[in-house]
Nanobody
């Protein structure tokens, strides 16, 4: 089983930036980020294809967040700019064990990280 470890979370002020990292212990294909705010359901944030040539973003983060990957390091990143208080949540890294035709925006990935907290003060 592949293990995913997130890092880079923390407490920041509105308008600030953070970069989350997720390192995988084994081979993965498409990767994604989800988040879960207090009292809310887990929601899709961003996804990236195996080669990094395709990306998908939730409307709430489009234009502010950027997902990228470094396959040599087996790591996916989420650059978060212009952070808002509504971005406060536990962020989860996800990855697939097989290739998919298109990017998946539902929480059906094969591997999941333990989650990392991002808090944005206003």
């Amino acid at each position: 089983q592949v293990q995913l470890v997130e890092s880079g979370g923390g407490l920041v002020q509105a308008g600030d930036s953070l970069r989350l990292s997720c390192a995988a212990s084994g081979r993965t294909y498409a990767k994604a980020w989800f988040r879960q705010a207090p009292g809310k359901q887990r929601e899709f944030v961003a996804a990236i294809s195996w080669l990094g040539d395709k990306t998908s973003y939730a409307d709430s983060v489009k234009g502010r967040f950027t997902i990228s990957r470094d396959n040599a390091k087996n790591t996916v990143y989420l650059q978060m700019n212009s952070l808002k208080s509504e971005d406060t949540a536990d962020y989860y890294c996800a990855a697939d064990a097989v290739r998919t035709v298109g990017l998946v925006t539902t929480p059906t990935y094969d591997y999941w990280g333990q989650g990392i907290q991002v808090t944005v003060s206003s």
